[in-house]
Nanobody
Framework: QVQLVEFGGGLVQAGGSLRLSCEASGRTFDTYAMGWFRQAPGKEREFAAA????????AYANSVKDRFTISRDNAKNTVNLQMNSLKPEDTAVYYCAADRRAGVYATRSRAYEYDYWGQGTQVTVSS
């Protein structure tokens, strides 16, 4: 069982930045594909960004590409999401997720492919 805990959400003005972090338990973190998803009120959960186990491959939703950067530190069992140029439409609860079956090279963009989820952290962007 893997436990994921997100940190770093909060309130920021449009155009500002936030950095989310997710800490994972477990001894095989570097074999997990990791992802960030988000869910706005009244909307379905959507993919934001993903990173492979070895950290060499990343994927982004078009809505966040060139503004968000996903990274990981396998020595610390953490994955981060640097969010720049934030917009009010980025307001959502952000969830960290882990896929233990992806292998070290793959990224995953579909929620059903992930095995473990964090509790979420609120990001609010004011206009």
């Amino acid at each position: 069982q893997v436990q994921l805990v997100e940190f770093g959400g909060g309130l920021v003005q449009a155009g500002g930045s936030l950095r989310l972090s997710c800490e994972a338990s477990g001894r095989t973190f570097d074999t997990y594909a990791m992802g960030w998803f988000r869910q706005a009120p009244g909307k379905e959960r959507e993919f934001a960004a993903a990173i492979s186990g070895n950290g060499l491959n990343t994927a982004y939703a078009n809505s966040v590409k060139d503004r968000f950067t996903i990274s990981r530190d396998n020595a610390k069992n953490t994955v981060n999401l640097q969010m720049n140029s934030l917009k009010p439409e980025d307001t959502a609860v952000y969830y960290c997720a882990a896929d233990r079956r992806a292998g070290v090279y793959a990224t995953r963009s579909r929620a059903y492919e992930y095995d473990y989820w964090g509790q979420g952290t609120q990001v609010t962007v004011s206009s």
